[in-house]
């Protein structure tokens, strides 16, 4: 079982920054990877960012060049730095692991998600 806790969110002007934190308790053996989702008013979940187990990171066409995920294996937490916002980018975020099955292959955790807000 793992939990998911994402925290950073908040309202900030266009072009500005913020810093999206997400801790994790509970233990997994194999981790396919961590990430990023969101989902705005009326559509649907889609992806931001996610970063694998050996490191290798992805990126929507959207937050390439403005977005950087990273991760404390120490802490066990990880991390979106989302600079140049745009009012688009207003959505909840949520956090996810991605935790390998033995049956499916793949079993994803969520956490509760962070609201952010970007006014023009």
């Known amino acids: 079982q793992v939990q998911l806790a994402e925290s950073g969110g908040g309202v900030v002007q266009a072009g500005g920054s913020l810093r999206l934190s997400c801790a994790s308790r509970?233990?997994?053996?194999?981790?396919?990877?961590r990430g990023w989702y969101r989902q705005a008013p009326g559509k649907e979940r889609e992806l931001v960012a996610t970063?694998?187990?050996?490191?290798?990171?992805r990126y929507a066409d959207s937050a390439k060049g403005r977005f950087v995920i990273s991760e404390d294996h120490d802490k066990d937490e990880i991390y979106l730095l989302m600079n140049s916002l745009k009012p688009e980018d207003t959505a909840v975020y949520y956090c996810?692991?991605?935790?390998?099955?033995?049956?499916?292959?793949?079993?994803?955790?969520w956490g509760q998600g962070t609201q952010v807000t970007v006014s023009s």
């Open positions: 996810n692991t991605d935790v390998f099955d033995t049956l499916t292959g793949s079993y994803h955790y």
């Open positions: 970063i694998a187990g050996d490191g290798t990171t």
């Open positions: 509970g233990f997994v053996v194999r981790i396919n990877s």
